[in-house]
């Protein structure tokens, strides 16, 4: 267990780090992404989105209703501004059925405990929300959280150049 703790705060370390230069690096790949959901996903002004894994906020931003973002890494929520908390996946700080839309965008490969992170995807979205998780394909864990995701949801699947997009409609 200290391994995984250990490698945790390098991957975070790593992120606060890179975190001025991200939207310069990721931005239009996370826009592609988003805009693939948004054909799948329709979000109306009033909607809650949880963006978990929000990194610098560029989701929160992509969609024009109310949402919010969680990431731990601080670097990523200084550039990520408002209605961006830190917080763990695994842990969310949210009260249970909360949300109409939950997203989680190339972030869960990262994230400690995917299958806690699942379980708390379905315990702060409410029964008919919209959930959109897109999984890095070359991941060292995509068998494993694909899996995970498959078994917890029912999902359609989208495949997008570097990552498989889960969609619950």
Known sequence: MPSLQINQEIMMDYYSKIAGSYDKLYEEEQINKL????????VKENDLLLDIGCGTGISTRFFKCKAIGIDNSKGMLKKAGKNCVFGDAESLPFKDNMFDIVISVTAMHNFKDAEMSINEIKRVSKNNSKIAVTLLKKSK???NISGLLLKNFDFIEVEEEKDIIFIRE
Not at 35 to 42: A, F, M, R, V
């Open 35 to 42: 805009k693939l959901i948004s054909k799948y996903i329709k």
């Open 141 to 143: 864990k995509f068998l």
